[in-house]
């Protein structure tokens, strides 16, 4: 009997041991195991004396007792189900206090996910009172977390306490200390969708959104806005013409950018749920003051927003709408000087063409795609080339090309190899959005003068991009059209052209696996392994290397082999030395 006393007294002491030891990963790992200990003990001793134990021991490292936190979270079936789920709110309750934010936002998570078992009359026996000690607690950390569990409490409780309630926020919502008013703020909208009666909404948190919107703290007021979205969807039409709106419009033009750039950010949000008819007298003024805000950040923040804005604007009045408010806006934008503003820009705007239509497309914004394809900063033109088939789709292939082609290939043979280098890496998006038949007429020609560019860089950088398109426009393509282009410069009295065809068969010979391919690859390999440069000589010796994985056996013991057998004897060492270790690598 003793014995057995022993037994079972055993995990206990192994916990209190480990968590007493000075070693703090011994502690969190002892942490980690809480659940395979509390299965050992049995729900009774668990609830008994695992769980008073946990409650007097918090007071370690920050990780131990966020992992504490994650484990309480979980443990409801390790205290005998939902019925006993009051047996871990004290241990809670007191990681909900510490002044580690991540533990608190821990506990705080595990609280909710214990309070969501609670019957109604347990929730208020036991949960809503814990609640309201955290809210009058001394120190602002409990009432920070206490922010976050009113939503939780208020859903699972009767009138009389969903009033009492009600009052305890408001006064958080007041607290001296402005991290509370903070936490009460990023809340609110929380708190507000719980409430099943829209007049509540009205009567109580209206005025709480509107009194921290004005709040001295910045980061109080941007947190505030971020509620505004979430009230609007609550109440009617013309509740939030009178009570959520002069809220909003005050904040677009709020003195502390961070809170324009939370307005600008939660735009989309904000326009799904305030109706329709608000959006021209009300959103589109507003946006627009957004996008010419002083500030690049909200600038920029609107400007990612611009699209979505523009669909969610009533058909009736959308096109009348971005001609006259918003695209003189953009139009301004283009030239910005901040780059991340035109990045954001250029993600976006091409989205405008399907709801503009062909005409105003073409008058309007064309010009502006042709100045963002010559812009200075390379993600801006990756962003327009990213997004032609939108604007494909709504004028035209042709019309597309005969508007930006000249601008392509204006940037493809500027006098600056770093500006070729740019749009060729761009050339397999451009050739795959535009189609196969469109890149053999008017961007074959480009790609095969950047193979004999007179910089390596740009040449290297065409060769890698033959793969690309390989791999876009398949083997038959290749075949009949790609690869004797390629083979062709075998023949060129240029030995660094000469080159490229070899730099381009290593590419090539991962993406073209045909027999009838392999053969012509062969042959060329052949004929140059007698060329006059040695450079040439040693780089086919190499290339063989490269590519033999890719031939058949027959292939690699019968010309090539013959062919590095004549190299091995070469008069020139370079040559010799790469011939040498290809005949090794081969066999």
């Known amino acids: 009997m003793a014995l057995q006393e022993e037994d079972s007294l055993y995990p206990i002491a192994v916990l209190i041991d480990e968590l007493r030891n000075e070693d703090v990963q011994l502690r ?131 009138q009389p306490v969903r009033t009492e309630l009600v009052m305890q926020f408001r006064a958080l919502c007041t607290d001296d200390t402005p991290m509370v008013r903070r936490a009460a703020a ?77 307005v600008a950010d939660k735009f989309a949000e904000l326009q799904k749920n305030v109706g329709l008819d608000l959006a021209k007298t009300e959103l589109v003024p507003a946006f627009s003051s957004l996008l010419k805000d002083p500030e690049a950040e909200v600038r920029a923040a609107a400007c990612s927003k611009l699209k979505v804005f523009c669909e969610n604007l009533p058909e009736s009045m959308r096109e009348q709408a971005i001609m006259q408010d918003i695209l003189p806006c953009v139009e301004n934008l283009v030239n910005d000087s901040n780059q991340h503003v035109k990045i954001a820009l250029a993600s976006v705007v091409m989205g405008l063409s399907p709801l503009l239509g062909k005409e105003n497309t073409i008058d309007h914004l064309l010009p502006l795609f042709l100045q963002q394809l010559k812009d200075d900063c390379p993600e801006v033109r990756l962003n327009i080339i990213s997004n032609l088939d939108s604007v494909s789709r709504v004028i035209g292939i042709s019309q597309l090309s005969q508007s930006l082609l000249p601008a392509i290939v204006e940037l493809a043979e500027d006098t600056k ?27 074959s020609p480009l790609c095969m003068n950047w193979l004999v560019d007179n910089v390596y860089a740009v040449r290297d950088a065409a060769a890698n991009n033959l793969q690309k398109l390989v791999t876009a426009f398949g083997l038959e393509w290749a075949k009949g059209f790609l690869v004797p282009k390629v083979l062709a410069l075998a023949l060129d009295p240029n030995y660094l052209h000469r080159l490229t065809t070899l730099f381009c068969i290593n590419r090539l010979s991962t993406v073209v696996t045909d027999k009838t391919v392999g053969d012509n690859i062969v042959k060329t390999l052949v004929n140059l392994s007698t060329d006059k440069v040695a450079n040439v000589r040693f780089n086919v010796a190499k290339t063989i290397v490269h590519i033999s994985s890719a031939l058949s056996a027959e292939a690699r013991q019968g010309d090539l082999r013959k062919t590095l057998d004549t190299l091995h004897t070469d008069n020139d060492t370079d040559v010799r030395f790469f011939a040498s270790e290809a005949l090794a690598a081969i066999s």
């Open 417 to 443: 190899w770093r500006v070729r280098l740019a749009i060729i890496e761009y050339m397999p998006l451009l050739a795959e959005q535009l189609g196969v038949q469109f890149y053999n007429d008017k961007f």
């Open 186 to 262: 990023s809340r609110l909208g929380e708190f507000a969708k719980c409430m099943d009666i829209a007049e509540t909404v009205k009567n109580e948190m209206v005025p709480l959104f509107a009194q921290l919107a004005r709040d001295e703290q910045d980061s109080v007021r941007l947190l505030a806005v971020e509620a505004g979205g979430t009230i609007a969807e609550v109440l009617d039409q013309a509740q939030v013409e009178q009570l959520v709106m002069p809220v909003i419009r005050q904040a677009t033009s709020d003195k502390s950018w961070r809170v324009r750039y939370m």
């Open 28 to 158: 969190l790992n002892s942490i980690k195991k809480l659940s395979t200990i509390a299965l050992a003990l049995g729900v009774d001793r668990t609830r008994n004396e695992l769980i008073p134990f946990l409650t007097d021991t918090v007071d370690d490292e920050d990780e131990v007792l966020w992992a504490l936190a994650e484990q309480l979270g979980n443990f409801m079936h390790l205290v005998g189900g939902p019925e006993y789920a009051h047996c871990l709110l004290p241990p809670l309750e007191g990681l909900a206090c510490v002044e580690e934010t991540v533990v608190r936002d821990k506990a705080v998570e595990s609280l909710r996910s214990v309070a969501e078992q609670h019957s109604q009359q347990d929730c208020e026996t036991h949960f809503v009172p814990l609640v309201k000690r955290l809210s009058q607690g001394d120190w602002f950390t409990s009432r920070t977390s206490a922010c976050g569990l009113y939503s939780t409490a208020y859903s699972r409780s009767s």
